[in-house]
């Protein structure tokens, strides 16, 4: 039976480096409650000039070198992000422009933060359809760019940040395995960004009232998000007889540590066992699944035949999973 495997993965994270120190400089926090309520230290921010685009161009660079693949061997691509170039053209066309991608066809996903896994969810079932061969996903945030940088309780949490894989068929016993996604609109509000759409298109009014700018709910966000990573997780390993004991590795979006680690404790799966790079780069949204695959891929810490599962929560509130043999 024809599965889809990840062949390849690359990522790409701004050279300038914010830490909470300089936050404390800028809004009333400290780097004792920054540490001790998320486990960030310090997030990567693009230049003024950075868009999405710019920063996905050089993750698909470095995936595609990566794979030894032309940009003509792609057929597809999927950009995941909520910080995209600009409302329209998709950040995908524009992606597909810089990397001269003449025979593929490009557009993005919105779901926040489990946009890469709705991307590589419609990229699974495009292979095992045989309606594409090789397609190319990205996740890319310039999220630096809608943070209220005043508002203490959202502009510790996120940076920027972009990571790439290329899937293809293949016939081997490897490749994803099962992959669910879910989205329960009711909650949309608990984490948004109210202005720059239909609903309150930009004016002078709308930007004095900081509309553009993320919004969110942190609390309630942290309970369902808590709930919802446990259940995802037992459902995608029951329904494939296996045991959390079984998973190589572990590889959650990178929202809050408090959040990795109580889905992991209450699963019994260690720590070793689990990447966390949220310390380095802060909560990347789309990006942080991708850009986590890429260090543990390059690092060594995965073998093939490893079983490995990546999970995400976020707005929408939107939520999905990937259980991959390597
Ligand atoms: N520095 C100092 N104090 C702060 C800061 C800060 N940066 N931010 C908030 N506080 C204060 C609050 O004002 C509050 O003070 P009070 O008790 O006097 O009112 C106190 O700290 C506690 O605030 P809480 O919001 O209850 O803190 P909590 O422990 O919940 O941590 C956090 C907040 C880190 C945002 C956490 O709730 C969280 O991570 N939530 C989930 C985020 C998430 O998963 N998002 C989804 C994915 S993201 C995406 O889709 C883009």
């Not at 920063?55 to 595609?64: G, H, I, N, Q």
């Not at 066309?93 to 490009?106: E, M, S, V």
């Not at 933060?113 to 969810?121: A, E, Q």
């Given at each position: 039976?024809?599965?889809?495997?990840?062949?390849?993965?690359?990522?790409?994270?701004?050279?300038?480096?914010?830490?909470?120190?300089?936050?404390?400089?800028?809004?009333?926090?400290?780097?004792?409650?920054?540490?001790?309520?998320?486990?960030?230290?310090?997030?990567?921010?693009?230049?003024?000039?950075?868009?999405?685009?710019?920063?996905?161009?050089?993750?698909?660079?470095?995936?595609?070198?990566?794979?030894?693949?032309?940009?003509?061997?792609?057929?597809?691509?999927?950009?995941?992000?909520?910080?995209?170039?600009?409302?329209?053209?998709?950040?995908?066309?524009?992606?597909?422009?810089?990397?001269?991608?003449?025979?593929?066809?490009?557009?993005?996903?919105?779901?926040?933060?489990?946009?890469?896994?709705?991307?590589?969810?419609?990229?699974?079932?495009?292979?095992?359809?045989?309606?594409?061969?090789?397609?190319?996903?990205?996740?890319?945030?310039?999220?630096?760019?809608?943070?209220?940088?005043?508002?203490?309780?959202?502009?510790?949490?996120?940076?920027?940040?972009?990571?790439?894989?290329?899937?293809?068929?293949?016939?081997?016993?490897?490749?994803?395995?099962?992959?669910?996604?879910?989205?329960?609109?009711?909650?949309?509000?608990?984490?948004?960004?109210?202005?720059?759409?239909?609903?309150?298109?930009?004016?002078?009014?709308?930007?004095?009232?900081?509309?553009?700018?993320?919004?969110?709910?942190?609390?309630?966000?942290?309970?369902?998000?808590?709930?919802?990573?446990?259940?995802?997780?037992?459902?995608?390993?029951?329904e494939n007889n296996l045991k959390p004991s079984q998973l190589s590795l572990l590889i959650p979006h990178q929202a809050n540590l408090r959040i990795i680690q109580a889905t992991a404790d209450r699963l019994g799966i260690p720590m070793n066992k689990v990447i966390v790079n949220l310390d380095r780069y802060g909560n990347t949204s789309a990006a942080s699944i991708p850009i986590a695959l890429d260090e543990a891929a390059r690092t060594g810490r995965i073998r093939d035949g490893d079983y490995i599962l990546l999970e995400a929560f976020g707005g929408g509130l939107t939520?999905?999973?990937?259980?991959?043999?390597?």
């Open positions: 039976m024809i599965k889809s495997r990840i062949i390849s993965t690359g990522s790409y994270l701004p050279e300038r480096v914010l830490t909470n120190f300089e936050l404390e400089k800028m809004v009333d926090t400290s780097d004792e409650w920054i540490t001790e309520r998320t486990g960030i230290t310090e997030r990567r921010i693009a230049t003024e000039n950075q868009a999405a685009s710019d920063l996905a161009y050089e993750a698909s660079k470095v995936t595609l070198k990566r794979a030894a693949l032309g940009i003509e061997d792609i057929d597809l691509i999927i950009v995941a992000t909520v910080t995209g170039d600009m409302p329209f053209p998709s950040t995908g066309c524009i992606l597909q422009d810089k990397l001269g991608a003449k025979y593929a066809t490009a557009f993005d996903i919105n779901a926040a933060c489990s946009g890469f896994l709705y991307g590589l969810y419609i990229a699974d079932g495009l292979i095992r359809s045989g309606m594409h061969k090789r397609i190319l996903i990205v996740g890319t945030e310039v999220l630096s760019k809608i943070t209220d940088w005043k508002d203490r309780t959202t502009c510790v949490l996120f940076g920027d940040g972009a990571g790439a894989v290329i899937v293809e068929p293949t016939e081997e016993d490897r490749g994803i395995i099962s992959m669910y996604i879910n989205s329960d609109g009711s909650m949309w509000d608990l984490l948004h960004m109210p202005g720059g759409g239909s609903r309150n298109p930009a004016s002078r009014d709308s930007v004095d009232k900081r509309l553009h700018y993320v919004k969110m709910k942190g609390n309630e966000l942290f309970k369902v998000a808590v709930r919802t990573l446990e259940d995802l997780v037992v459902k995608i390993l029951n939520w999905a999973s990937a259980l991959i043999k390597w």
